[in-house]
């Protein structure tokens, strides 16, 4: 029952904070191109878009970004980036729950009535936030875990099987 164990690889403090700023960057591209998509929808006009295909292309859209990135710079950097899509995500129900609930929508919201509310029912909405839990917590989470999906992909297999 002896697990592998992966050695650590030496880098010196240059190297570390190479990929801390590149992890940086990867995770501010993987907002960005998720803001601009939002922007282009509202631009071309789009009154009542579905939220289920704006969740779908909050994952896919930064993915290809992601995609693309990887095959121009090969950095492994990229598919590390869902971390912070969980701790985004995190950080923003952490504050939903603490937000008080009242007359409107969420009277009386549990804990779970909150965040099922705010972050993943398509038809009804919380009220918290002013009803942009899907924007502020959810499709940035979204957008970096496909960003770092679409990176995995993007690298050379050789290169992914290295760092694997």
């Not at 190479?18 to 990867?26: I, Q």
């Not at 704006?54 to 859209?61: G, R």
């Not at 972050?119 to 009220?127: E, I, M, R, Y």
Request: hydrophobic letters at 55%; proline letters at 4%.
């Amino acid at each position: 029952m002896m697990e592998a164990v992966e050695e650590a690889v030496d880098k010196s403090p240059g190297q570390i904070l190479h990929d801390a700023v590149w992890f940086l960057l990867h995770t501010t591209i993987s907002v960005v191109v998720l803001f601009l998509m939002v922007g282009a929808i509202t631009l071309a006009g789009a009154q009542s878009f579905p939220m289920a295909l704006a969740a779908l292309l909050a994952f896919v859209v930064p993915g290809l970004a992601g995609f693309l990135i990887a095959k121009l710079r090969n950095d492994v950097v990229a598919r590390y980036i869902w971390i912070s899509g969980l701790i985004w995500f995190s950080i923003i129900c952490v504050w939903v729950l603490d937000m008080p609930t009242g007359p409107g929508l969420c009277e009386k919201c549990g804990a779970s009535d909150k965040l099922y509310l705010t972050f993943f029912t398509l038809t009804q909405d919380s009220g918290l936030i002013a009803g942009m839990g899907r924007l502020v917590g959810t499709w940035p989470a979204l957008a970096m875990v496909g960003y770092a999906i679409g990176a995995r992909f993007g690298l050379t297999p050789r290169q992914a099987e290295e760092d694997s």
